[in-house]
């Protein structure tokens, strides 16, 4: 399995962004398709979206949709989460996969992750 490592989290006020950063440490994503989940206090793993890292096709839910934008630099093995127009409900750890079934929310068709950065969005 290939090790993620994501960067770029912090606290923001509502309506602010940032941009989060998931580097395949030692290589390749080892993969075609790349995930973004977010999980909340108490709340269970949700997938944001999805990139195809060979065409650079891109997923999202509709909660992001128009405010996240996804995309990758396949020279430097990275991925990034933009996020604009951030949202108190959008306060969650960030995490990065990689994936094999694009589009799916099923957190089993994801097998390296990375530990996660937290996303604090205050009113």
């Known amino acids: 399995q290939v090790q993620l490592v994501e960067s770029g989290g912090g606290s923001v006020q509502a309506g602010g962004s940032l941009r989060l950063s998931c580097a395949a440490s030692?290589?390749?994503?080892?993969?075609?398709?790349m995930g973004w989940f977010r999980q909340a206090p108490g709340k269970e793993r949700e997938l944001v979206g999805n990139?195809?890292?060979?065409?650079?096709?891109?997923y999202y839910v509709d909660p992001v949709k128009g405010r996240f934008t996804i995309s990758r630099n396949n020279a430097r093995n990275t991925v990034y989460l933009q996020m604009n127009s951030l949202q108190p409900e959008d306060t969650a750890v960030y995490f990065c996969?990689?994936?094999?079934?694009?589009?799916?929310?099923?957190?089993?068709?994801?097998?390296?992750w990375g530990q996660g950065t937290q996303v604090t969005v205050s009113s």
């Open positions: 990139l195809i890292l060979t065409n650079g096709v891109t």
């Open positions: 996969a990689t994936g094999r079934v694009f589009g799916s929310r099923d957190m089993r068709d994801y097998s390296s």
């Open positions: 030692g290589g390749s994503f080892r993969t075609s398709i």
